[in-house]
């Protein structure tokens, strides 16, 4: 079984450019979850969705992030303009739905640069 | 309201030695919790979960957790630890909207 697949791995931009990525959840996971990991820390929850749509998205800045998940499945969060206060890990996770039991499987991360 | 606190942001031990890291929580409600392990430059991976059935629970690569009640607490062990166990480890609730909350996580580093 495939995993969750994020693109870019990488990406180095500076501030005031806009960057976006990419997550394919795990095939027939209702729940998609984006997370912001800054290092030494747990990651927080910026957005999370039920198909295609947003459950919660409260700690999401929403004057720069923004994300959508077409057709429930493959999921795009954006940030523009960036700040330096955005370089971090971007983590994209999936479940079979949002029990409280569920397990979240996650994917490899986008490490993002902000110059 | 829910949390989780992580004693120790590092953990060393040596080779072969008893691994334990150690999780708090506090949760209004039933807690299910987690330990995820997270290996450089990876997402993080499930270890184990308690989701109120065996209060010992037993998790990939030799670790397991108890969830104590009296003492909310969910503390990891392995007991031999092994170089490929380095990594970072995070302990988490799920909260009464369905959500992780995340503990601020613990390195794990193993000495030769």
């Known amino acids: 079984e495939a995993g969750v697949a994020q693109s870019p791995r990488y990406k180095i931009i500076e501030k005031r450019q806009s960057v976006a990525f990419w997550c394919n959840p795990i095939?027939?996971?209702?729940?998609l979850y984006w997370y912001q990991q800054i290092l030494g820390q747990g990651p927080k929850l910026l957005i999370q969705f039920q198909n295609n749509g947003v459950v919660d998205d409260s700690q999401l800045p929403k004057d720069r992030f923004s994300a959508e998940r077409l057709k429930g499945v493959d999921s795009t969060l954006k940030i523009q303009p960036a700040k330096l206060e955005d370089s971090a890990v971007y983590l994209c996770?999936?479940?079979?739905?949002?029990?409280?039991?569920?397990?979240?499987?996650f994917g490899p991360g986008t490490r993002l640069t902000v110059l | 309201a829910q949390s989780v606190t992580q004693l120790g942001s590092h953990v060393s031990v040596s080779e072969g030695a008893l691994v334990l890291l150690r999780c708090n929580y506090s949760s209004s409600v039933p807690p299910y919790l987690f330990w995820y392990v997270q290996y450089p430059n990876q997402g993080l991976q499930l270890l184990l979960k308690y989701t109120s059935a065996a209060t010992l629970v037993k998790g990939i690569n030799g670790f397991e957790a108890e969830f104590k009640k009296s003492e909310t607490s969910f503390h990891l062990t392995k007991p031999s630890a092994h170089m490929s166990d380095a990594a970072e480890y995070f302990c988490?609730?799920?909260?009464?909207?369905?959500?992780?909350?995340w503990g601020a996580g613990t390195k794990l580093i193993i000495k030769p």
């Open positions: 095939s027939g996971h209702a729940t």
């Open positions: 988490a609730v799920s909260g009464g909207n369905y959500q992780l909350i």
């Open positions: 996770a999936s479940s079979l739905n949002q029990e409280r039991t569920d397990t979240q499987y």
